[in-house]
């Protein structure tokens, strides 16, 4: 089975400041990479997602993450944080074969101070 | 517009009672997916159903039913046998046609036992 791991659990960033949130997933096999985002009283949404092709995949609001295989990590990346980005982000993994559920890290809390 | 539902939003429940989680979809996705929200622990995966009439426990079903009657619904009854049944309860469905395996979730149900 495989398993997800988030080392940043809160994370307290001043405006303007670059993000860079840790994942680290463990599975032999091929998988799909996600990061979803939970803003206050919001839906789980998805922040951007890997699944094949260039390693280095940009999504909404001006994230990325990079996908590094020899190291079995997906880190999210943000160059300049805004309060809005204040959020509880996930990092998340499925397998293409079987129930296709996803496995979460337990999760960061940005908070990000104005 | 297309999207998942859940309710109610809040319910509080007695120790002892069983009560029903509602989650709905007009996506047409076959799969859907119930997870448990704890803090500090991700989201953890209770049961999932890949097609109409045909579902499957998850890492954390103990306590927990469902039924897959309807492909667009997908209730969770919490039994009086969950013996922490506090927390925050997501629905989700995954679209087949997509290769990432990409989930999209509802608002949630926050569930108390009083």
């Known amino acids: 089975a495989q398993s997800v791991s988030q080392h940043n659990h809160h994370v307290i960033l001043s405006e303007a400041a670059s993000l860079e949130l840790g994942c680290n997933y463990s599975y032999g096999g091929t998988v799909n990479l996600f990061w979803y985002v939970q803003y206050p009283g919001q839906h789980l949404q998805l922040l951007l997602k890997?699944?094949?092709?260039?390693?280095l995949v940009k999504g909404i609001k001006g994230f990325e993450a990079e996908f590094i295989k020899s190291k079995f990590s997906f880190n999210l990346r943000k160059p300049s944080v805004q309060w809005s980005d204040t959020a509880e982000y996930f990092c998340a993994v499925t397998v293409d074969t079987g129930r296709r559920a996803l496995t979460f890290g337990s999760g960061t809390r940005l908070q990000v101070q104005p | 517009d297309g999207g998942i539902t859940q309710s109610p939003k809040y319910l509080f429940r007695k120790e002892g009672q069983n009560v029903t989680l509602s989650c709905e979809q007009n996506?047409?996705?076959?799969?859907m997916y119930w997870y448990r929200q704890d803090p500090g622990q991700g989201l953890r995966l209770i049961y999932y159903s890949q097609i109409v009439n045909d579902f499957q426990k998850g890492d954390i079903a103990e306590g927990y039913s469902v039924s897959r009657e309807k492909k667009e619904s997908f209730p969770l009854t919490v039994t009086s046998a969950q013996k922490n049944p506090t927390a925050f309860y997501l629905c989700?469905?995954?679209?087949?046609?997509?290769?990432?395996?990409?989930?999209?979730f509802g608002p949630g149900t926050r569930l108390t036992v009083l």
């Open positions: 989700a469905s995954r679209d087949g046609t997509l290769k990432s395996n990409e989930q999209f």
């Open positions: 890997y699944f094949s092709g260039d390693p």
């Open positions: 996506l047409n996705h076959d799969a």
